[in-house]
């Protein structure tokens, strides 16, 4: 188990920045990679941003590329997701993901635990 929470949401205007973050607990956050997703509201939950277990090789959705910035720092089981620019279409409940997959991947499926979300709410 690899129990995951969200903090960092709110309500910011648009071309704001928010920092969300994930903690994991236990010993084994570094033998996972980590992904974003995120749900707005009437609309299936979608990809975001991946890094690797050792924080290399960040994957961005087109959407948010250029604009969110994806960071981990494994001494303290944490992942980040850095969001500038914001925009009112990034609106949406956030959640982190961590997979055991050895490969970058945006299927839901091949996420082992998920977060419980965090609300960003971006007003024009």
């Known amino acids: 188990q690899v129990p995951l929470v969200e903090s960092g949401g709110g309500l910011v205007q648009a071309g704001g920045s928010l920092r969300l973050s994930c903690a994991a607990s236990g010993r084994t956050f570094s033998s996972y990679s980590m992904g974003w997703f995120r749900q707005a509201p009437g609309k299936e939950r979608e990809f975001v941003a991946f890094?690797?277990?050792?924080?290399?090789?960040?994957y961005y959705a087109n959407s948010v590329k250029g604009r969110f910035t994806i960071f981990r720092d494994n001494s303290k089981n944490t992942v980040y997701l850095q969001m500038n620019n914001l925009k009112p279409e990034d609106t949406a409940v956030y959640y982190c993901?961590?997979?055991?997959?050895?490969?970058?991947?945006?299927?839901?499926?091949?996420?082992?635990?998920w977060g419980q979300g965090t609300q960003v709410t971006v007003s024009s």
């Open positions: 890094i690797s277990r050792i924080g290399i090789s960040p």
């Open positions: 993901a961590a997979s055991s997959r050895f490969y970058k991947t945006e299927a839901e499926n091949e996420y082992d635990y």
